[in-house]
């Protein structure tokens, strides 16, 4: 069938009309229904919409229906008795033979990280506070950890409160009374357990930034930093239009490398006793190498001394630090990573019976010379105590448990989970091909890998409470986010949502082609995806546009519906209009392992621009492109290797359309640059390298550049700092689009449009 021809103002129009996604989706307690989240047409509103599995009927909650459901994340506790949930920021307990529903809080404060004890009872945080929740004993708090000294320690006396006492029988005597009543508060509180256990105290300079408490409620783990520690200028981005009239700054983020990250520490309280101890990591394997220290040196810097800085991971959803303790809750573990990227360690703790003396064991250690992925850095314990973990220290991300592989190959896992019963591990794989994610299941004994769904574009998924089913989230090229269930074990799946458009529905879209390019410049196989006509006139040549995906580490070559749906829609369009298109992950994309994403280590824009030149040679050869009408755009790092594929190969790409586009590494942010290119005081050479905007003066083809001016992500000031290296340079063939009320992502339907019909007539002037 013929693709339905699109419009730019369809294509740019709010994606309503495609119909919205699900969101977020999750069991109810009784694994009939399946709940689920979505967009409201025309607003940032999202519903809640109940699916029942078995007849598929949805039905849109009311406040009263969302007040009996369960809240999304539900964990369970090991005999699969109860599940507990926050929903609404309070903590609830669904009691799973019954149905009943406990409200456990309802406060005004935000609860979260609910955990079960093996013996069933739940903690849980409320703000920075602790709690614990048994059945039928209501809930207790736990002493919050405090910094400064311990009013219970006797403070060491200096020479001249000696003298004082020793001169003074009233002053003694003073003292020895609040030492009597401070005694005897101790002894009754030990003696009482009904009364609350003490705060214990962190002594020093330092302010904590989280806590994890243990599920029995005996130990708790705090992670500090040293307080007021200098966490950099922040960039003042003013916003232009506004309802005041004025020109209203706005605050947002640092810059790479001006202040480094602060060290963290982390200690190990004993609840019921109220102390703290610090937990030294100069032990690590590695720690006190310094991987940089020849660019130091190089540098003119001073060496480093002692062990190299660290911060402990966080969960990502800034919900506190990514902690996991036994069931038991006698041994924590935790992941720490070195400040320079350079290192990753999980990091146990078995406190039990050796407070006084425990120490860190470094379960596992993950080095990488570029630096370690911020993906794949799942782990936790089996209900026997096992630790197991994702590692992608064979060059592609796998599951361990306590070292063994459980699985292997050049392929990825992500996204793990583990049954109740502790037996058979789940996770999201591509193996078939690096841009088809299923869903995949591997026994904890080993053995074989085994795909549950043939859906290609497995997103997440959630096993049902009953553990007879699990829930999937999919996508297509052409299919936003939808759910289906499957058995446990695997078999046909049952779509129980579709949320497009029957507008959406009824068109033919172009199918990508999905294309295995070799590289000749030793990287192996380059995947794409080709849109081009069903049927190619004999000896004509089609002018060729490259689409360059952004953000570096992401996948647009997959068989999941793409971030990029807009872009594309106009693919769609310019097919339609007599061109090509060709969209490639290049060296840095995800899904393709280590290597591929490390490869742009302190030159970016470099085997990049090679894998689009050899792209470029594969269509000319492979698809009647014409190599003298060929041209390249994308947004964020799409306009950066837009600016590079220009100022690096100029004449190859007659004309380009640079996106929120970065020209100047130095001025992009620390967590996301510092890892590939170090920092601008340690590494100038790698900036020097890696920024376009050190190449302007090799500019020659036709350039659009786009930016929305209140950016904060890549700052509209990085096209400003270009545009004024181009006017000093007397360049011509340039122009400057603003949109003064976007950010990086548009928002609005006429800057989609404004935007898109400008890259369209610079194609359509220079490459036809
Ligand atoms: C300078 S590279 C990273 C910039 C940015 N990072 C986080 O937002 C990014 O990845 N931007 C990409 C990805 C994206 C895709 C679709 C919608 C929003 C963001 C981009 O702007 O294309």
């Known amino acids: 069938q013929d693709p339905t021809p699109v419009t730019l103002e369809q294509a740019m129009a709010n994606p309503d009309w495609i119909g919205r996604p699900v969101e977020s989706a999750w069991w109810s307690w009784d694994s009939r229904t399946v709940n689920y989240t979505q967009q409201r047409t025309d607003s940032n509103v999202r519903d809640q919409f109940q699916v029942e599995q078995e007849s598929r009927g949805t039905r849109k909650l009311t406040g009263a229906q969302r007040a009996e459901i369960d809240g999304a994340y539900p964990v369970s506790d090991t005999q699969g008795a109860r599940m507990a949930f926050v929903r609404n920021g309070d903590v609830f307990v669904r009691e799973l033979s019954s149905g009943r529903l406990i409200q456990v809080t309802r406060s005004v404060t935000e609860e979260a990280s609910p955990q079960w004890s093996a013996d069933g009872q739940l903690v849980y945080r409320s703000g920075k506070d602790w709690f614990v929740w048994r059945p039928n004993a209501g809930v207790t708090a736990i002493a919050p950890v405090k910094v400064g000294k311990d009013p219970a320690v006797e403070p060491k006396r200096d020479t001249l409160q000696q003298q004082q006492l020793a001169l003074f029988k009233t002053l003694r005597d003073d003292v020895a009374r609040k030492q009597a009543a401070a005694a005897q508060s101790r002894d009754w509180r030990a003696e009482d357990p009904t009364q609350a ?17 243990s599920p029995n409620g005996r130990w708790m783990l705090a992670i500090t930093q040293e307080k007021g520690a200098d966490t950099g200028r922040e960039t003042n981005t003013p916003k232009w239009i506004t309802e005041t009239g004025y020109t209203e700054p706005e605050s947002s983020r640092t810059l790479v490398g001006r202040t480094d990250p602060v060290n ?5 309280v004993d609840v019921q006793a109220g102390k703290a101890r610090q937990i030294a990591l100069d032990g690590l394997p590695g720690i006190q190498v310094d991987p940089l220290k020849d660019l130091r040196a190089k540098a003119g810097k001073d060496p480093l001394k002692g062990s190299r800085a660290v911060r402990i991971q966080t969960d990502g959803d800034d919900s506190g630090t990514a902690v996991h303790w036994t069931a038991g809750g006698d041994e924590v573990a935790f992941m720490v990573r070195a400040v320079d990227n350079k290192d990753r360690w999980i990091v146990s703790l078995a406190p039990k019976g050796k ?39 064979s060059g592609y991300s796998h599951l361990y448990l306590e070292g063994k592989a459980l699985t292997s190959g050049r392929w990825e896992a992500s996204d793990v989970t583990l049954d109740r019963a502790g037996k058979q591990f789940f996770f999201v794989c591509n193996r078939a091909n690096p841009g088809t994610y299923e869903l995949c299941t591997v026994n904890r004994d080993g053995g074989s890998v085994r795909e549950l769904t043939s859906l290609k574009g497995v997103e997440g998924y959630a096993i049902a409470p009953n553990q007879q089913r699990i829930l999937v989230r999919y996508s297509g090229s052409y299919l936003p986010t939808q759910v289906a269930t499957i058995p446990l074990n695997g078999g046909q799946a049952t779509a129980l949502t579709d ?12 199918q990508p082609e999905y294309v295995q390019i070799p590289s000749k410049h030793g990287a192996g196989t380059i995947w794409g995806k080709f849109y081009g006509p069903a049927k190619y006139e004999a000896g004509r040549k089609y002018p060729i546009v490259f689409f360059v995906h952004g953000a570096g580490y992401l996948q647009n070559v997959s068989q999941r519906y793409p971030a990029y749906f807009r872009e594309q829609m106009f693919h769609n369009l310019l097919v339609e209009r007599g061109y090509v298109v060709m969209d490639i992950d290049y060296r840095a994309s995800e899904g393709y392992g280590r290597d591929w994403r490390t490869a742009i280590y302190r030159q970016m ?11 470029l040679d594969w269509v000319v050869a492979n698809k009647q492109g014409d190599k003298d009408k060929a041209g390249i755009y994308g947004g964020s790092y799409g306009g950066f290797m837009t600016f590079m594929a220009l100022m690096r190969a100029p004449g190859t790409f007659k004309a380009g359309a640079a996106l929120r586009p970065v020209a100047d590494w130095a001025q992009y942010n620390h967590e996301y640059t510092s890892n590939i290119l170090n920092t601008p005081e340690l590494d100038p050479e790698a900036y020097r390298k890696s920024s376009p905007i050190y190449y302007a003066d090799q500019l020659q083809d036709r350039l659009l550049i786009a930016h929305g001016m209140i950016d904060d992500n890549v700052f509209y000031r990085d096209s400003v700092m270009l545009a004024q290296r181009l006017i000093e340079l007397r360049k011509t063939r340039w122009e400057l689009a603003s949109y003064p009320m976007e950010r990086h992502g548009f928002v609005n339907s006429d800057s989609w449009y404004d935007e898109y019909r400008r890259i369209y007539e610079l194609f359509e002037t220079e490459l036809k």
Request: without cysteine; negative net charge.
């Open 197 to 213: 256990s003490p705060s214990a105290y962190i002594d020093g300079n330092f302010e904590i930034q989280s806590t994890s408490l």
């Open 264 to 268: 963290q520490q982390v200690w190990l």
């Open 355 to 393: 407070f006084d003396s425990v120490a860190a064991v470094s379960r596992h250690r993950l080095t990488d010379p570029a630096w370690i992925n911020w993906n794949f850095n799942d782990f936790g314990y089996t209900p026997d105590n096992r630790l197991w973990y994702l590692s992608e220290q």
């Open 499 to 510: 949320t497009r458009s029957p507008e959406f529905k009824s068109r033919t879209w172009i």
């Open 605 to 615: 824009g470099h085997p990049e621009l090679e894998d689009h030149l050899d792209a």
